[in-house]
C-alpha cells in the first residue's frame, strides 16, 4: 500500500505549519506550498531534513501544478489576520478566490479530497448567537473588513460548486479564534498583541468598552479536529472553535494575571464591522466528528506563555 500525500497550501503560516507536522505524524507525505507572504520559513525549518517533507514556494494564485498522486489537499493559504488583510486587500480576495479555484482545479485532476480552511468571519457580525452552520451571516461587503469575509464565503461557494458539479470530494471547517505557538507577535490578533504588550510591561490596548467577546482555542484542539474532519464523509460546513465565550476586557486581565505583567488596560476607538459577539455551537462537530476541546483556557494560555516569552525575548 502506497503512502499518502497530502498537499497543505499556506503550510508555513501558523495554522498550515501545525497541520504539516500532524499530517507527518500520521504517516502522510507532505507537501507544503507558500509564498511567505504571511508564512514564516521558520515555522517549517524543523521538517527540512524530513525526506517525507517538501516544500514548494509558490503563490497558489496562479497554477498550481504538483507531481505525482495527492490524497488530500488543505487550503489554507490566505492572510488571516485583520492587520494583514486591511495591509494586502487584493491578494486577501485572490487567494480566496483564485487561489481556491486553482487548489480545487488540483483536487478535480488528481482526484483528491479538498478541505477549505474557511472562518467564523463568514458570520459577520453575527445575529445569532451562538453560531450554528446554518447561519447565513451578518456581513458588510464593501466594508474593510469584507475583504477578508466574502473572500472565505467565496471560496465556500466554490467548494460547493466543485463538489456539486464536478463530484468533488469537499469538507469545509469553519475556524474560531485559535492561538498557541508559531503565532506572529505584530499580526494584530487579540492574544499575541496583548501577550507582546504585557510582557515588555506596556499598556494592553482594549477597543471599545472591551465588552465584545471571542471564543479562543488552543490550537491543539484545532488540528485535532481539522484531522478528523480530514478523515469524514461529511460535505457541508463543520464549526470547530471553543465555545468557552469570554469579553475581551476579561481576556486583556487574564494575560496581565498570567504573565505577571505589571501593564495597564488602555481603550481606543473601536474599528468599523468589528463583530459584537463570537461562539461556535459545536454540536455538528460532536456529533460527526466525536470532537470537542480538550483544553481549557487556562491550560492553553499556559502552553503559549512559553513560546511568547521566548519570542519577545528574542524581538
Known sequence: MSTKRVLITGGAGFLGSHLCDRYLDEGYKVICMDNLLTGSAENISHLMGNED????????????HVQGELDLILHFASPASPVDYLEMPI???????LGTHKALGLAKEKDARFLLASTSEVYGDP??????????????????????DEAKRFAEAMAMAYHRYHGIETRIVR??????????????????????QALNDKPLTVYGDGSQTRSFMYVDDLVEGVWRLSQSDYVEPVNIGNPEEITILEFAKEIIEITGSDSDIIFEE?????????Q??????????????????????SLALEYFRKKVLDS
Open 91 to 97: 491578494q486577501t480576495l485572490k487567494v480566496g478566490s
Open 175 to 196: 475556524i474560531f479564534n485559535t492561538y498557541g505557538a508559531r503565532m506572529r507577535l505584530h499580526d494584530g490578533r487579540a492574544l499575541p498583541t496583548f501577550m507582546r
Open 280 to 301: 461556535p455551537d459545536i454540536n455538528k462537530a460532536k456529533e460527526i466528528l466525536d470532537w470537542e476541546p480538550t483544553y481549557d483556557r487556562t491550560e492553553g494560555l
Open 270 to 278: 473601536l474599528p468599523k464591522d468589528d463583530p459584537q459577539i463570537r
Open 53 to 64: 517533507f517538501e516544500f514548494i514556494k509558490h503563490d497558489v494564485t496562479n497554477f498550481i
Open 127 to 148: 445575529l445569532t448567537h451562538p453560531q450554528k452552520e446554518n447561519y447565513w451571516g451578518n456581513v458588510n461587503p464593501i466594508g474593510h473588513r469584507g475583504v477578508y
